[in-house]
Structure formats: C-alpha cells, structure tokens
C-alpha cells in the first residue's frame, strides 16, 4: 500500500506503513516560532535533526530508556514504532532561558538547584499552556502512575544526556520531550530531541546552538544545527 499522510506537524510528516504496528516519520526544513507565528526554513534542518535523533535515542537506549525509533531509512526519515501519544509535552530545565525567564524573572542562565521539570498541554488552540497536577488529573492526561513513570524517565534520561553533551563540550540548559504507549502498553520514548526541542550553548563560551538562534534572528542558523550535528558524532 502506499504511504498515507497521517499527520502534518511544523516540523515533520508522519506517514503510514504496511505494518500497523510501524510509522514513518520525515523531518522537514520548515522552522516555527511563537505559537507559529514566526515562520521560516533552516536548510539542511530535516536531515540534521534526523540524523541528531537518531543519535541520541540509541545513546539513550544503550541506558535502558525504550524509544520509538526503530531505524533511520533516508536522510530525513525515521521509520518509528507507532505510539499512542500522550497530549502533554515535558520540559526539563537545568538552567533558566526562554519562557521561565519571562513567567519567574530568572535572569538567563541561572543554574537551577537541581533539575526542573514541567509540564505542558499539547494543545496549539491553547497556546500549549504550562500545566499542573491537579490540571493533568482532572483532564485525564496521565494516570498518576503514569506521571511518576513519565517523571524518572525524564530525570534518567536529563541525567544521561547532561554527561554525553558535557563530553563533547556543550551546556544542555533545557529540552522537551514527548513520550507515548506502545501496543503492549509501555510508555515509550517517541519524537525527537534536536536543536529544535533543546537549548545548547557551547560549555566555554555560552554561544547558542540551537533554534533560539531562529527564535532571536541572531543568524547562524544553519552553523549551529550543522556544529551539533558534529559535536553528537565526536
Ligand atoms: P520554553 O523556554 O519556550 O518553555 O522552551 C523550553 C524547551 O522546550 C526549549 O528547549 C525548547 C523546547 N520547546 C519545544 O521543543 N517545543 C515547543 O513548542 C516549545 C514552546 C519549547
């Protein structure tokens, strides 16, 4: 059968297989911001971000963490285990940029006291909005034992990810993640993480590495995915 367009998101396709069981997701160049208000290209981003993901979930596989990647099957494509998608994102900061700094007044850069976890609704209509417990319990978004599940998760893989980039001389000051339910009912890994859903900043000098440098105009844009790209693979 061929492929079927399941869904359109800013930043990438996702498209059918023969398997039930399997997707395909393809990493597109366009580049959003603000809600998609901002709107833009970043050449070479679907290739980049695909090959960056790649890396990553089998970094983070190698530690035990289940993701959704089953195989990388072009340049900008991802063959995945198809997931039930749970409609929250998590963001984990372990230093203050982007809109932390406007809710709380942290000054950008700040090092938090110990990692920092958040939840938001997956909800463009509602601007994703930050959410809290007692708003995921009455929406039925996470059972709480989900939620704690979800939680460790996230700590092991913040913890992984914070020495692989250390080793290769990069800050993670922050990133989003997005998990979901395989069949048997494992809550799975899925999405990506790349310079579009992590801010990096180079360990000695503070430049920024990722879509920030899209969000601010602060050009480089290319560069930088290109730099992270080699720097995942040293
Ligand atoms: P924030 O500072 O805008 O809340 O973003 C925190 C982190 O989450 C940052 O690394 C960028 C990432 N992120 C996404 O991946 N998708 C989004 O829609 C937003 C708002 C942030």
Known sequence: MAPEKLYEGKAKIIYSTDDPELISQKFKN???AFDGKKKGQI?????????????????????GIITQLVEQTADDTLLCKRLEMFQVEVVV???AAG????????????????????????DDSLGDP??????????????????????QLTLKINETLVQFFAERKVLLVDFKLEFGKDSEGHIVL??????????????????KLD????????????EAYEEMLNRVNQ
């Open 93 to 95: 900061r372990n230093y």
């Open 130 to 151: 930050l959410i809290t417990d007692a708003h995921i319990e009455e929406l039925e978004l996470l059972t709480r034992a989900e939620r704690d599940e979800i939680e």
């Open 99 to 122: 809109s932390i700094c406007k809710r709380l007044g942290f000054d950008e850069g700040h090092k938090m006291k110990k990692p920092m976890l958040e939840f938001f609704l997956k």
């Open 43 to 63: 050449e070479h981003k679907g290739v980049r971000n695909a090959a960056i993901t790649t890396r990553l979930f089998r970094v983070l596989e190698e530690q």
């Open 211 to 222: 879509k920030d440098r899209f969000r601010r105009d602060l050009g480089g844009v290319e």
């Open 190 to 207: 899925g999405d990506e993480i790349s310079p579009d859903t992590c801010r990096f900043w180079d360990a000695d000098s503070r430049e």
């Open 30 to 32: 366009d580049a959003t």
